[in-house]
């Protein structure tokens, strides 16, 4: 081979694999490469959430109702009734308009439940509510004492103040009923159809954000009805033959309430059946009896403080009989909150 024709080929393979001739494939998308680097968004500004429906947000902003959507970064994260977030976008209220949530503050509160009593996943119910209202009826469907109890726990592990209101007391004497929260420092107030405490309520709500809570046909709706005029919250009966109500309010909603005693926020909730308290520490619930915790530090290590656990300080107080009735009626409560919490 001639020294010619071995250049030549040396020469026609530098062709061949010359990289200059590589062809970059454009970016079909024509947009910028993605960055981990994400805007601070000055610009947002602050609303809370009053409602969720499907994908979509009203954020309350300057008392204007604002339609919003999440920002991808959001994705993975819950976004609930009564939070406050920071909307980026047209946060002008007007039809068609859509603002974007790009962050949520972090919460005082969060009212949550399990799935089931197995379940450790919390559902965050409400965030930011400092009173949870358990609407429960004196019949019609029958009250249950055990419900009422994973209401209390909940909250109490929530950090959140209980209210009872019990409906239908004209129907039904409920005294026998609420005798089993006689020990609990727990505002109770009665209500009948055309006797609803309606100042004495106005008065416990204003200045919080309080959610409302309770099984279907208990009146729940209703009594926001009276509470908010123009709610125009959907009401349904309960069925004669099975004793449960009908599901008549299908997602949660946030009311501003006004009154001579000041504002507050009520937050209407579905109707539920069942609470799951999978996801609850057990000592929040005594930390929530304080006149107890002191007593209960004199108890062994890993007592239950259930009615047979041995040593425990809250029996052997309870049997001397130095607590009182209201005590004795305290230590009942705190013993039977504790026992369905053990039955999980």
């Known amino acids: 081979m001639s020294w010619w024709s071995a250049n030549s080929d040396e020469n026609s393979l530098g062709e061949q694999y010359d990289e200059s001739d590589i062809r970059i494939r454009p970016n079909p998308k024509a947009n910028k490469p993605r960055t981990k680097t994400r805007p601070d968004h000055a610009d947002a500004v602050t609303g809370m959430v009053t409602g969720v ?46 603002g974007r949530i790009v962050r949520v503050d972090p919460r005082s509160t969060v009212l949550r439940r399990s799935a089931d009593d197995t379940d450790e996943v919390e559902r965050v119910i409400v965030a930011n509510a400092d009173q949870l209202l358990i609407v429960i009826a004196a019949a019609n469907p029958e009250p249950r004492v055990r419900l009422v109890d994973r209401y209390l726990v909940a909250a109490f592990d929530a950090g959140i103040k209980p209210l009872i209101v019990i409906t239908k007391c004209d129907t039904h004497d409920p005294s026998e009923f609420l005798a089993n929260f006689a020990g609990l420092d727990v505002p109770i107030f009665r209500s009948g159809t055309d006797q609803v405490p309606l100042e004495e309520l106005q008065q416990a709500l204003a200045g919080h954000t309080t959610v409302a809570v309770g099984h279907s046909g208990v009146g729940k709706s209703t009594l926001v009805n009276v509470l908010v005029p123009g709610a125009h919250r959907a009401t349904g009966h309960v069925n004669e033959v099975t004793g449960r109500g009908r599901h008549t309010s299908s997602s949660s909603i946030c009311f501003k309430l006004e009154s001579s005693f000041g504002n507050g926020w009520i937050i209407d909730t579905p109707g539920i059946r ?71």
Do not use: M, W
């Open 274 to 344: 069942s609470f799951g308290l999978g996801h609850v520490n057990p000592d929040n619930i005594l930390g929530s009896f304080s006149d107890l915790t002191e007593l209960a530090e004199k108890c062994p290590r890993g007592c239950s403080h259930l009615s047979d656990a041995p040593d425990c300080a809250l029996n052997e107080a309870l049997a001397d009989g130095i607590l009182g009735a209201n005590g004795a009626h305290r230590i009942d409560s705190l013993q039977r909150l504790l026992l369905t919490f053990k039955s999980l």
């Open 53 to 98: 429906d499907r994908g979509r947000y009203t954020v309350l902003i300057n008392e204007i109702p604002v339609t919003c959507s999440r920002a991808r970064e959001l994705s993975k994260n819950a976004i609930v009734i009564g939070d406050f977030v920071n909307v980026v976008g047209d946060v002008t209220g007007e039809p068609g308009s859509l």
